[in-house]
């Protein structure tokens, strides 16, 4: 386990599921502090986790080797002017912001600070997690794999160039939320056919989840492990051929692509 001081930036919904994972994963509560905007916030976080949690950025960052920062992209700016004076190239920055350049962030900090950009997902907090990360201008493959052990104590984690990180945005990261429009939908479509809602839905996600751990142990092309699924002239080829007229493919291929697209474009909003 990772044996540095972690400063979460931005205590929300990724924030608080991270850190809630590196706890899990044995990172001593003394080791570990938070931030967020509204002091109410603080006080209402701090009673469920057991780090503080404050609105002051600039201690925050000062007291830690690692500072996770898990604002929203539109925040990053003015929380790195804060933190400026407090960051040193001896510390690591961990931005999962969408959206959000290394160079953005490394322009706005002293010279030669070490950047890895992240995109988590929200499983990590059942250490289901996929990640994917990147490294900044002055980041090493120390720093490189300092922030995978971390995002590995809560899943996956890939290394990928930075010109994919929207791509991993628009898939693994905004992908569970497709996913449960499938799960939901496979339930409904259990009760249309008769079965109880629980029993539906307790049979859909649990089908979701074997079919991917088949994917990911094998390592077998999801069409191969279709077909052994699909006998000649029985039910599921009937099934199959719904979703082809339904489109669910294409559809599925589109939500990526805007998803992708609109993580271009975020961090230029106000
Ligand atoms: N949700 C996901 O699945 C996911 C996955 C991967 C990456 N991300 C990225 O993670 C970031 C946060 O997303 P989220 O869904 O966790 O949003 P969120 O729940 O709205 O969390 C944002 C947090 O940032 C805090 N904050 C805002 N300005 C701050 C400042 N100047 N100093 C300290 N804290 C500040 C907010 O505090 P208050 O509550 O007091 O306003 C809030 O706790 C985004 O950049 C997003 O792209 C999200």
């Given at each position: 386990m990772i044996d540095q001081r972690v400063a979460v930036l931005g205590l929300g919904k990724i924030g608080t599921i991270l850190l809630q994972g590196l706890l899990?994963?044995?990172?001593?509560?003394?080791?570990?502090?938070?931030?967020?905007?509204?002091?109410?916030?603080?006080?209402?976080?701090?009673?469920?986790?057991?780090?503080?949690?404050?609105?002051?950025?600039?201690?925050?960052?000062?007291?830690?080797?690692?500072?996770?920062?898990?604002?929203?992209?539109?925040n990053v700016g003015e929380l790195l002017e804060e933190i400026r004076p407090e960051v040193t190239p001896a510390k690591l920055v961990v931005s999962v912001a969408a959206s959000v350049p290394t160079s953005y962030i490394e322009a706005r900090l002293a010279d030669g600070v070490?950047?890895?950009?992240?995109?988590?997902?929200?499983?990590?907090?059942?250490?289901?997690?996929?990640?994917?990360?990147?490294?900044?201008?002055?980041?090493?493959?120390?720093?490189?794999?300092?922030?995978?052990?971390?995002?590995?104590t809560v899943g996956r984690t890939v290394v990928v160039d930075e010109k994919h990180m929207d791509a991993v945005t628009g898939l693994s990261a905004s992908g569970p939320a497709?996913?449960?429009?499938?799960?939901?939908?496979?339930?409904?479509?259990?009760?249309?056919?008769?079965l109880?809602?629980?029993?539906?839905?307790?049979?859909?996600?649990?089908?979701?989840?074997?079919?991917?751990?088949?994917?990911?142990d094998t390592g077998d092309h999801p069409a191969l492990l279709k077909d052994t699924v699909t006998t000649p002239a029985g039910c599921t080829i009937d099934g199959?051929?719904?979703?082809?007229?339904?489109?669910?493919r294409v559809t599925l291929i589109k939500a990526v692509v805007k998803s992708t697209q609109r993580a271009k474009e975020l961090l230029f909003e106000t």
């Amino acid at each position: 386990m990772i044996d540095q001081r972690v400063a979460v930036l931005g205590l929300g919904k990724i924030g608080t599921i991270l850190l809630q994972g590196l706890l899990k994963a044995g990172l001593p509560p003394g080791k570990a502090c938070a931030t967020v905007r509204h002091a109410e916030r603080a006080r209402a976080s701090s009673g469920q986790l057991p780090v503080p949690v404050g609105p002051d950025n600039r201690t925050a960052a000062r007291s830690a080797d690692i500072i996770l920062i898990s604002v929203k992209p539109q925040n990053v700016g003015e929380l790195l002017e804060e933190i400026r004076p407090e960051v040193t190239p001896a510390k690591l920055v961990v931005s999962v912001a969408a959206s959000v350049p290394t160079s953005y962030i490394e322009a706005r900090l002293a010279d030669g600070v070490p950047v890895v950009r992240a995109m988590p997902n929200t499983p990590c907090q059942v250490g289901a997690g996929m990640t994917g990360i990147c490294k900044g201008s002055h980041a090493t493959d120390v720093h490189l794999n300092l922030a995978r052990q971390l995002f590995d104590t809560v899943g996956r984690t890939v290394v990928v160039d930075e010109k994919h990180m929207d791509a991993v945005t628009g898939l693994s990261a905004s992908g569970p939320a497709f996913i449960y429009i499938i799960l939901e939908s496979l339930a409904e479509a259990g009760v249309k056919v008769g079965l109880p809602r629980d029993v539906a839905t307790l049979l859909s996600a649990q089908t979701l989840l074997g079919a991917a751990k088949v994917a990911l142990d094998t390592g077998d092309h999801p069409a191969l492990l279709k077909d052994t699924v699909t006998t000649p002239a029985g039910c599921t080829i009937d099934g199959i051929l719904e979703l082809e007229e339904g489109k669910l493919r294409v559809t599925l291929i589109k939500a990526v692509v805007k998803s992708t697209q609109r993580a271009k474009e975020l961090l230029f909003e106000t």
